[in-house]
């Protein structure tokens, strides 16, 4: 499997966060394309630490979860919950 990244990105936040938002990026490219996950008119992709750390098996997990807060706290990506089943977390 190959995995790319945006250098500019990269510069910005570092290799292993820009290989992450381009991840993230593909898949919402690929929502929009399929009009799927269309919520509070933004358009979303969801996945785990432990599935991203499954992807990228040179990113740890618990790595993932803090290049995830710094992409949050930056603004670069946005949180939402868009579960229907309310019990599960």
């Known amino acids: 499997m190959q995995h790319s990244f945006n250098v500019d990105l990269a510069k910005k936040y570092g290799i292993e966060s820009a290989i992450i938002i381009e991840n993230i990026y593909y898949w919402i490219k690929k929502n929009v394309a399929n009009e799927k996950h269309l919520y509070d008119g933004r358009y979303w992709t969801y996945n785990t630490a ?3 750390a499954n992807i990228f098996p040179y990113i740890n997990e618990t790595k993932i979860y803090r290049i995830l807060s710094r992409l ?3 603004g ?3 949180k939402g919950k ?3 089943d309310k019990y599960t977390t």
Do not use: L, Q, T, Y
Request: hydrophobic letters at 50%; charged letters at 25%; proline letters at 0%.
């Open 72 to 74: 949050e706290e930056s």
């Open 50 to 52: 432990n599935a991203f």
């Open 82 to 84: 868009f579960n229907k």
């Open 76 to 78: 670069v990506i946005i």
